[in-house]
Structures are given as structure tokens and as C-alpha cells.
């Protein structure tokens, strides 16, 4: 069965203060996956695609990667305005479903 | 402007009522979903339609029925069947793997 778990559930740093978040994922194939943000009250918006072990893509502060067996989101120097919570997806070769992970709640203080 | 609306953004139901949620999409895109996002949880689908006047249950779909009578518009009935209707709605479309995110429609059941 298809599965995404994400961490660490929530994560608190400093403004300027690097990190990255993980999504370690379980499927018979991968033929995409997906990260996203969403902010309070609002509808996931999507950051990133990537599609083969090896591909890094960025934007911004955001920079994501991805293996075998995961992905990282690795967030440079964040601000307040990152705070959000960031959702990790998996689409597998076999199928038209999308498997979303619960998220991780980021905080970033000032 | 290209994109995905759904309205109402609150929607509030008395027990034993129908209610529907409206998404529209003016991006051209073949697919549309339909997710139900509860605290702590990934994201759960309900409803998807590739195609005009063709839909497919997705993982809970029990107490939900969806029409897909135009290529723009996937509206979401939830029904009286749905014991625990109270939840955030998001509606979703895509062309290829990727799927774009409205801003959702949040249900209270009073």
C-alpha cells in the first residue's frame, strides 16, 4: 500500500536559522512527487514537482531533493512569511490517486 | 485570471440536510478532485473525474455524490448520509500529474 509520512510533525526555529523537513514515502513505483504549502484556512499551493532519484529543484528559500526512499525540503535562511505548513504527495505509476502526506507544521520566529 | 473557486468559503448544516459545494475552474484542465482535510491528517479523496460526465469513487466516498456535466465545474454533494460531515473541503484540478488546489470550502455540521 502506497504511504507518505512526514517530520517531524511541527518544527520552531529562529528567523535565518536553516533546516529541512522529510517525507519518506512507500510505493511499487514512483512516477511523481509533490510538494506543497498551505497557509491557515486556505487550499494547499504547489511549490515543486520532481520525478527521478537525484533531481533538486528551488525556489527562493526552498530547495527540494529526492531519493529512492525520500525527499527533503531543505529551507534556507527562513523568515517569518515561511511559516505555513508544507505537504508532501506521492503519485505511483499504477494509478490516478495522489497520496498525501499529514503535513509538517512549520514555525519561524523573528 | 486563471483558476479554481469554490463558494461558499464557510458552509453551515443542520443534521439530516444536503448540502452542496461549488468548484469552478477556468484553466482548462481535463482532471478534477474533490478532498476532505481533517486536524492532524493527509489529505483524503473523496470524488475524481478525468473526463466530462465521468467520475470514479475515491478513498471515502460513502455519504458524497459529485457531477461532472461540464469540463469547468465539479460541484460536491454532501448528503445526509455522511455521519461526520464537519471538515474542510478542498477541491482540486490538473492536467498531467500535478494538481492545483482551491481555497477550499469549510462545512460546520450545527
Known amino acids: 500500500e502506497d504511504q507518505v509520512t512526514q517530520s517531524p510533525e511541527a518544527l520552531r526555529l529562529q528567523e535565518g536559522e536553516s533546516s529541512s523537513l522529510n517525507c519518506s514515502y512507500t510505493v511499487s513505483g514512483l512516477r511523481g512527487l509533490f510538494w506543497y504549502r498551505q497557509d491557515p484556512g486556505k487550499g494547499p499551493e504547489f511549490l515543486f514537482t520532481?520525478?527521478?532519484a537525484g533531481e533538486e529543484k528551488e525556489k527562493e528559500r526552498l530547495k527540494a531533493t529526492l531519493t529512492k526512499k525520500e525527499s527533503f525540503l531543505h529551507i534556507t535562511a527562513p523568515k517569518p512569511e515561511d511559516s505555513a505548513t508544507y505537504l508532501c504527495?506521492?503519485?505511483?505509476?499504477?494509478?490516478?490517486?495522489?497520496?498525501f502526506g499529514a503535513g509538517t507544521r512549520l514555525f519561524v520566529k523573528a | 485570471d486563471g483558476g479554481i473557486t469554490q463558494s461558499p468559503k464557510y458552509l453551515f448544516r443542520k443534521e439530516g440536510q444536503n448540502v452542496t459545494l461549488s468548484c469552478e475552474q477556468n484553466l482548462n484542465h481535463d482532471a478534477m478532485y474533490w478532498y476532505r482535510q481533517d486536524p492532524g491528517q493527509g489529505l483524503r479523496l473523496i470524488y475524481y473525474s478525468q473526463i466530462v460526465n465521468d467520475f470514479q469513487k475515491g478513498d471515502i466516498a460513502e455519504g458524497y455524490s459529485v457531477s461532472r456535466e461540464k469540463k469547468e465545474s465539479f460541484p460536491l454533494t454532501v448528503t445526509s448520509a455522511q455521519k461526520n460531515p464537519t471538515a474542510f473541503y478542498l477541491c482540486a484540478s490538473g492536467t498531467g500529474d500535478t494538481q492545483y488546489f482551491g481555497p477550499g470550502t469549510r462545512l460546520t455540521v450545527l
Open positions: 520532481l520525478y527521478s
Open positions: 504527495a506521492v503519485l505511483d505509476t499504477g494509478g490516478f490517486k495522489t497520496i
